[in-house]
């Protein structure tokens, strides 16, 4: 026996693959039977164990069970237990497997009867029909009633008081209409598990699918599809087959009215609603049952989700409809989990189209319209990545033009320039050119074409933005998601709200008492305080953390200059030369932040669950933007305030030697950029926290839920398929919480804020997004199929409050990228010099490095600022009488020594010019874009204003015709189109044909 990994054996380790002896026949239990009462008779053979199990072994066991078990005794209790013990001593196989080598043994053959009762449940009373269920089924015993729900619990030390709450839950669930049968605890894995399934019959379903306004079709979509695209046929290799794209046909839909339930197209009712469908309506049952008896009144005694946190059940999922790898074998059974492993969750599906259509179908709107939203935000930044790899190119190409950068480098120049000393006591003199190569890397991503990217960016978000509003309410309509807030907002209350309500309200709009808290005034401004003086402390502990970061990069930077004075690092070949104290700061203070970050990432996320719950929101909707603000604001600050501190902080308020900045009175000098710039440095930052948290984000998602699993199911490898049914495969699967769409959503989030606020300093970060993206998409995807039981479908008509965050990163986005052109690269100081301080009056940039240092006496240096003697390098001597530095002041002995020159207020003011007059521009062009480009396309406004009239104008002739039936029938008389004329029609096929 094995474990398979997929159908190639290497993705997964959580359920069992098929062998050659335990094949589904068995699975089915397809023996050798008796026809009398249905009971089973063991198969007659001279070994019947599996190839497993040498001769040798099973011709020993045959003759040691023939020796235990003479017929007259093989109803003892203690006889079965030296059974299994015999089985376990030979074989080593479970409590589980020897039951079904039991069954199988032809010593049961006198026993075949007591057997059969153990195999199903110990359910003597229920007609089963062996050779038809398979453990493998989503159908109870009977193979007709489908599994839509199952809860399991195991017996454990406080179990009178668990089993009284199930004994009262699931007596209120059958009264309430649905339909359990229980497996018991000898037919699971580890013989302590007992599962608990449950079905809704039509009468549940219909009513609930009318109390929560659920859409079903009424008529077939009769407006053409236009939509066709020129020379379509490009797209051929990306497209997926038509049954997998669009699952079902295209109605026109209708909230569902049990009153009118033939006004609608029901071919078979047990089909009609869909599982995903089936499993939100008993979810919605479950969710708000009592487990209490009625007399004890206490409100807040309700819900699986109490249950679950109480221990009482230990799981409650829907189930997989097949194994992942293969289809099922039952006919009734649809499979899809198997077509979206094949067509969705292998990754060489990663250049085909999303089937979204079947994840909306299986796993529900909710789920369906995050990949929606995914795909096309991975669709978009294929063009930003294009554009942002020929700046890229650009930067590479127009290498050898970079003037400056040969300025440094040269012995002339860089080689005879002396500078200041970056810190204090151990930070010596040293000479320009030492930043040679750092100023080679900064031209590739400061250049002319960071100007032009970072204009482009903002635009593309606008066109991101302003496209995907138009394909969610393209999928608003297909998706049936139309009014579905107006209609059923209020239907979607949180059971936790539901039990803390004491009161009811007139709701004016609706004009129906609708259930409200009771909050003083006291009450609700103590939570608020609570609750957000709490964010902010952990905002500041953020704060915290990035303050003691930038003082290690200041203590570092010391020791690293002090260390390396000599740069023994340029000895090693290939990387020597780039090994620098600023790179060696840069790199390590980028790795402890990331690391900080995830730590509190891990700790914060309780913590806003934690006041989130104690608010007590009123909707799921609420409940997760309240959420979602909370989780942002920390996240916003947890990852980007490193980034806002190298690009808007760092090397701003130095001072200059003899009067530098310290921060907060301390020993430790304010950073200063090197004369490469800061850009550089802010580039290393964005691709260690970017890209680390990527890698780390798609391992962790990947694999830690397969470990968990592997480790999980570890025991049940050993065992057949046949004994391993499809609802214990799922109970060994994790669990997709209550924020595991919500976690998706906020590392995307992150990730766009990444690309959009700092990509001017780095123009290569969309295609990293686009790479990771076009991975994220098919891990989730793989995850989601392979490794999670099924979640219970949820709707949802927008990504929600996300879409708000979008919005104002997008805005932000155009502020920090002009200040980041400006303020941190040098462009703006370059073409000050250019245009107007070139001594030549050449349009070039001769000169720029010696006209942008300014000049120092060393013996105005203040002793406490002065580096020791053993920190100078050789070269140094007393006939150096000045060093430079990166500043716009005049020199010593003028009469305005050391205070900024004119030139330093041009290069300011043109920075601010050029701020107001690039966000003017871009902020024009995205409200334009904007208002060009309608948030609802023309053809789907068409489809709902048709949708709506027929559904008024169907509605009324339904209720017509229904009327003339019925005084048609009161006085003997016939409609002009009765059942008479159409014998071979349905009652709804009639009154259609009356409409």
Known sequence: MHRITGRNGDDSLIEMSPTDSFNDDINGYHQHVSPSAGSLQPEQSECPLTPDVSRETCESLNSSLASLAPSDHSDSPHF?????????????????????????????????????GEISGRDNDSTIDKQQYSKDSVFFRDGLRRIDFVLSYVDDKDGERKQERRKVYEANLEKVGLELETEDKIE?????TYFVKVHAPWEVLATYADVLKIKVPFKVNDIPDNSEMPMNWLSTPFRLPEHIMHPEPDYFTAPFDKSKSDFFLIDNKDTFFPPSTRNRIVYYILSRCSYIREDCGDREKKGIKRLLNNGTYTTAFPLHDSRYWTRSRDVNCESERYNLYKHWARFFCFFKEQPLNLIRKYYGEKIGIYFAWLGFYTEMLLFAAVVGTICFIYGFLTYDDNQWSKEICSDEVGGNTVMCPLCDKKCGYWKLNTTCNSSWQSHLFDNVATVFFAIFMGIWVTLFLELWKRRQARLEYEWDLVDFEEEQQQLQLRPEYETKCTNRKLNRITQEAELVLDRTATDLLGKWFVCWATVLLWISLIIACIIGVIAYRLAVYAAFASIMKDNPTTQLEVVGPYITPQLATSVTASCINFIIIMILNLMYERVAIWITDMEIPKTHLEYENKLTVKMFLFQFVNYYSSCFYVAFFKGKFVGYPGNYAYMFGSKLRNEECDPGGCLIELTTQLVIVMTGKQVWGNIQEALVPWMRNWWSSRKARSHPESLYSRWEQDHDLQCFGQLGLFDEYLEMVIQFGFITLFVASFPLAPLLALINNIIEVRVDSWKLTTQFRRPVAAKAHSIGAWEEILNGMAVLSVVTNAFIVAFTSDMMPRLVYMYAYQPEGKMNMEGYINNSLSVFNISQIPFHNRPDDEENPSWFNSSITSCRY???????????QYSHTMQFWHILAAKLAFIIIMEHVVFLVKFFVAWMIPDVPSDVRARVKRERYLVQEYLHNYEVEKLKIQLGSQNKEECTCTPMIYPSLSKHDVLSECL
Do not use: Q
Not at 86 to 110: E, P
Not at 188 to 192: D, R
Not at 886 to 896: F, I, L, T
């Open 886 to 896: 990166r500043d716009y002041r005049y020199p010593s002995g003028h009469e305005k």
């Open 80 to 116: 079965e237990t030296h059974t299994f013990e015999r089985i376990n001593a030979l074989t080593g196989f479970s409590r589980k497997r020897a039951l079904f080598l039991k069954f199988r043994s032809r010593v049961w053959h006198d026993s075949a009867g007591l057997m059969d």
């Open 188 to 192: 699971s894995e580890y013989g302590k």
